[in-house]
């Protein structure tokens, strides 16, 4: 595979950036809420005065990394919330961006969106702007668990939201949801996912929540306030969601995504398929093919470092080729298409099946993994324990 060299504007380093078929992804981190959510632990500040100086940053920012790549064929904007943005800014950012950069003209372009910032002017202004997908962070349709999260829209928010980005003429959505909440069983969320499969939306994220350090979730659970489902009951979340799911026609294409097919999110699948990416904002991360770098995780040092002419890096890592075997195994385990046994072999040298054999028919055995078509692939049981399997 041939590679091409770049310079790197925050030093003498060099960017090194595959060419190969996967064309890189753009991530833009916008860092402001409303308010923080109780379990969030993404960097976002609450500041909105500071969105002017962000915007001036984020293009200095964008000016320094032209000719990064040729061209990115998607476009994500993240978060934080971007739809706090008002809609003008939003518009004018994504306008920003395809100044600065050559983006495919079927790319896929998504913006997260909270239901309770939906408006028409809002939506217009992304149709506008070429935004042609909507990642909505719905989590719940339980006001209950959408008040213990600490969200700021309720389920008739959130139902209508997706009436409107339809309405719109927006029709590639995916939703966020939230299980294994504190004094949830199975019912309840059986009868959340009947209701989203209901909605049909195209693309479902399902993630357990997680303790994030510094978060009042966190602190609570600190103080003996809440208990979370034991590994018996989380399990049964997880395996109960794949299977209705897939039941339902959506496919369990990574350990928390599922979408009807041929509509999963493009951009992601960049991630677990090891395909560079350029982050920007701060706390955005970035990977050429071998190096990977993190900005700063404030948006004050962030602002100073770029008008002072730097990067805002934090730090960076060039990887080994070892390194890059065990991301590339710890990646595709989260996968339902899995490894591919030939193209391992060919750029890591590691006849996977000849090394790994006993350990690959002990987990097989067990109902973890399974080969077909030349992939070494995780099971749904498998992909309940993804990050265990890379240690084979």
């Known amino acids: 595979m041939d590679e091409r060299s770049l310079p790197n504007p925050a030093g003498n380093a060099l960017i090194r950036l595959k060419e190969s078929d996967d064309l890189p992804g753009l991530y833009i981190h916008i860092p402001f809420c409303i308010r923080k959510c109780a379990y969030c632990g993404f960097y976002s500040i609450t500041d909105r005065s500071l969105i002017p100086a962000f915007r001036s940053a984020l293009r200095r920012e964008m000016d320094l990394y032209r000719g990064w790549a040729a061209s990115f ?33 079927d790319a896929e372009i998504t913006v997260e969106v909270n239901p309770g910032d939906i408006t028409p002017g809002l939506l217009a202004s992304l149709r506008r702007a070429g935004a042609n997908r909507i990642n909505l962070g719905v989590q719940s349709f339980d006001d209950g668990i959408l008040a213990f999260l600490g969200r700021r829209h309720d389920r008739a928010q959130a139902v209508a939201a997706l ?88 496919i369990h294409y990574e350990v928390s995504n ?35 770098c993190w900005n700063r995780s404030s948006l004050d040092a962030y602002i100073s470092d770029l008008e002072s002419g730097r990067l805002p890096v934090e730090s ?61 692939r995780p099971t749904r049981a498998g992909m309940a324990v993804a990050d265990s399997l890379a240690l084979i």
């Open 258 to 292: 599922f979408a009807r097919p041929g509509r999963e999110s493009r951009h992601n699948r960049k991630y677990w398929n090891h395909a560079p990416y350029l982050g920007l904002g701060p706390a955005a991360h970035s990977f050429s093919g071998r190096e990977r």
């Open 73 to 105: 064929d998607t476009l994500y904007l993240g978060g934080g919330t971007p739809s706090v943005l008002p809609a003008g800014d939003l518009e004018g950012l994504i306008t920003d961006i395809r100044a600065a950069f050559t983006i495919a003209g």
């Open 163 to 250: 009436a409107a980005i339809r309405n719109a003429g927006i029709d590639h959505i995916g939703i966020d949801l939230i299980y294994g909440v504190p004094g949830q069983d199975m019912g309840p969320w059986l009868a959340t996912l009947r209701e989203t499969v209901a909605l049909n939306p195209d693309h479902l994220s399902c993630y357990q929540l997680t303790l994030e350090e510094g978060t009042p979730l966190a602190e609570r659970h600190s103080r003996g306030e809440i208990a979370f489902p034991g590994e018996s009951l989380q399990a049964d979340f997880f395996c109960n969601t794949s299977e209705f799911l897939e039941d339902n026609g959506y």
């Open 316 to 376: 960076r890592e060039i990887l080994s080729d070892e390194q890059l075997r065990l991301e590339t195994l710890f990646l595709g385990f989260r996968t339902r298409r899995g490894i591919c046994l030939e193209t391992f072999k060919i750029r890591y040298g590691r006849d996977l099946l000849a090394d790994k054999r006993d350990m690959i028919e002990k987990l097989s055995g067990e109902g973890l993994v399974e080969i077909s078509d030349g992939f070494l």
